[in-house]
T-cell receptor
């Protein structure tokens, strides 16, 4: 597509429920990143995918967080047993291999009540 | 570990005036990229300007320019002839050649433009 698409745009969930956030990167972009932006904070790196390589999961805050990328394209970030501190905007970005043009989506605002 | 610091949580500028946003970073790498991103209420991060560390010349994009001081590890953004549409959160970011090329962000500066 023309840009990075994220869905849903907003998600309200009850504490303890699982949620799935979706990112559809720019076609042909091999690198995909997930970031978390908490209120008043900068962006915190969560996970990185590059082609068929093993993902860099070093930023995931707990084992309740996981992500996968199917077919080198669409990625899903899953948060299990959501907690109130998970409330944040989750941003996805993609990048062409060897390039430094990062394109961001508009994010998913997650609210845990 | 690399870090990016933005010491100005909020700034304000009059329309048509000039404002400078500060950013410092810490790294032991010699080859890296620095970025300024704008985040309006729509939440999408929009690239304002990018600087390659090996280039001594400061990057410019129309009304936006940077003052890159490599030895001081400083990377400030100057916005000239400020417009109402410039009002947004501005983030400074860093990345270096490496396995992930992940962006490391500062905490942002909220810029208000007064008419």
């Amino acid at each position: 597509g023309a840009g990075v698409s994220q869905s849903p745009s907003n998600k309200v969930t009850e504490k303890g429920k699982d949620v799935e956030l979706r990112c559809d990167p720019i076609s042909g972009h091999t690198a995909l990143y997930w970031y978390r932006q908490s209120l008043g904070q900068g962006l915190e790196f969560l996970i990185y995918f590059q082609g068929n390589s093993a993902p860099d999961k070093s930023g995931l805050p707990s084992d309740r967080f996981s992500a996968e990328r199917t077919g080198g394209s669409v990625s899903t970030l899953t948060i299990q047993r959501t907690q109130q501190e998970d409330s944040a905007v989750y941003l996805c970005a993609s990048r062409a291999q060897g390039g430094y043009g990062y394109t961001f989506g508009s994010g998913t605002r997650l609210t845990v009540v | 570990a690399q870090t990016v610091t933005q010491s100005q949580p909020e700034m304000s500028v009059q329309e048509a005036e000039t404002v400078t946003l500060s950013c410092t970073y810490d790294t032991s790498e010699s080859d890296y990229y620095l970025f300024w991103y704008k985040q309006p209420p729509s939440r999408q991060m929009i690239l304002v300007i990018r600087q390659e560390a090996y280039k001594q010349q400061n990057a410019t994009e129309n009304r936006f320019s940077v003052n890159f001081q490599k030895a001081a590890k400083s990377f400030s953004l100057k916005i000239s002839d400020s417009q109402l549409g410039d009002a947004a959160m501005y983030f400074c970011a860093y990345t270096s050649w490496g396995a992930t090329n992940k962006l490391i962000f500062g905490t942002g500066t909220l810029l208000a433009v007064q008419p």
